[in-house]
């Protein structure tokens, strides 16, 4: 274990229903939280290219489409998937906990 590791915990996995994704803030972090075949994501939440709350958007698989201008981006790394999004969004690796959804927020 490492003990340098700060974690942020940020909702139940509960809250999440499968198939979307919930908005949490958490200090300054506005971040989405998405539920996806059992497993559970965490970006983000403002889209890179404007003021869109991805949390907001449309979720397609391990895609979140912007509902500002449909921008996408995927989930797990980041990377943008569709224009006229340019800039990545930034993912946190989520920690395995049995019951809630915990990120290391560095
Ligand atoms: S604000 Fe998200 S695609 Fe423009």
Request: glycine share 8%.
């Given at each position: 274990m490492d003990l340098n590791v700060k974690t942020l915990t940020l909702c139940a996995k509960g809250d999440v229903a499968e198939g979307t994704a919930i908005k949490v803030e958490a200090g300054d972090l506005e971040l989405a939280v998405y539920h996806v075949e059992g497993e559970f994501y965490v970006t983000d939440d403002v889209c890179t290219h404007g003021p869109g709350s991805l949390s907001e958007g449309y979720l397609d698989g391990h895609e979140i489409e912007c509902d500002f201008h449909n921008g996408r981006f995927?989930?797990?790394?980041?990377?943008?998937?569709?224009?006229?999004?340019?800039m990545e969004l930034k993912t946190y690796r989520v920690i395995p906990d049995d019951t809630m959804v915990v990120i290391d927020p560095s």
């Open positions: 995927d989930i797990r790394d980041g990377k943008v998937t569709a224009p006229p999004c340019i």
